[in-house]
């Protein structure tokens, strides 16, 4: 399981959140929504926690409010990757649709995996509304080597050349390090340009070399 994933619980299942008490209305909307069979997402586990943290988005009936749900590990179901372009396509008006799957078409020629999370995603998993005309699109790209890694950074950058919205997301390796990919693409290959890497441990602060060395086949030219 790693951060964006689906995580899917048991019919009935017991949880905790911390930013609101049982019983109240979000509490009685997350309720609602674990017993409908929606899935929650994978958030950064803490070590010291034998709960899984998972979150929640509520949707704009509730002001997208956002949940921190604990569960225990048995409750868990199932578990997705972030879902595909193509099961989005629908919710997004032709042009970015068509953006969107050429950019697919591209990272999937690579090798890589392209997926979808934030608003988007809790639309299409959903069928409720939660974004607006000029919402951002949320996606993240696994990559495992040097090449997948530039192809991925410009067909990102030609795809945000053709939205008219913001194209956000993070560009992941396969030790689950994470960078924004627009943080990325501005850096080039600025070794000691520091990136903000949000991995399964604390966000920390690491050299552009360093993140990309942390996966052997990955390795960043002076």
Not at 78 to 98: E, F, K, M, T, Y
């Amino acid at each position: 399981m790693r951060r964006h994933d689906r995580v899917y619980l048991q019919p009935g299942a017991a949880f905790e959140t911390p930013c609101v008490e049982a019983g109240s209305p979000l509490w009685l909307a997350a309720r609602q929504w674990i017993d409908k069979g929606r899935p929650l997402v994978a958030a950064r586990q803490s070590p010291a926690d034998r709960r899984l943290l998972l979150g929640l988005s509520l949707p704009l009936t509730h002001d997208r409010k956002r949940l921190s749900i604990h569960v225990d590990r048995s409750s868990i179901a199932a578990v997705h990757s972030p879902l595909a372009v193509g099961q989005c396509l629908s919710r997004l008006p032709a042009a970015a649709g068509d953006a969107l799957r050429l950019l697919d078409d591209e990272i999937a020629g690579s090798g890589a995996r392209l997926g979808i999370f934030g608003s988007l995603a809790w639309e299409v998993v959903s069928g409720e509304a939660y974004r607006h005309a000029g919402s951002d699109i949320d996606v993240i790209c696994d990559v495992v080597d040097r090449r997948q890694y530039e192809i991925a950074l410009a067909a990102l950058a030609r795809a945000q050349s053709r939205l008219a919205c913001r194209l956000d997301g993070e560009l992941r390796l396969p030790d689950g390090n994470a960078v924004a990919w627009q943080e990325l693409a501005q850096a080039g290959c600025s070794a000691e340009k520091k990136m903000l890497v949000k991995g399964e441990a604390a966000p920390a602060l690491m050299p552009l070399s360093e993140f990309l060395n942390s996966c052997l086949s990955l390795e960043c030219a002076a």
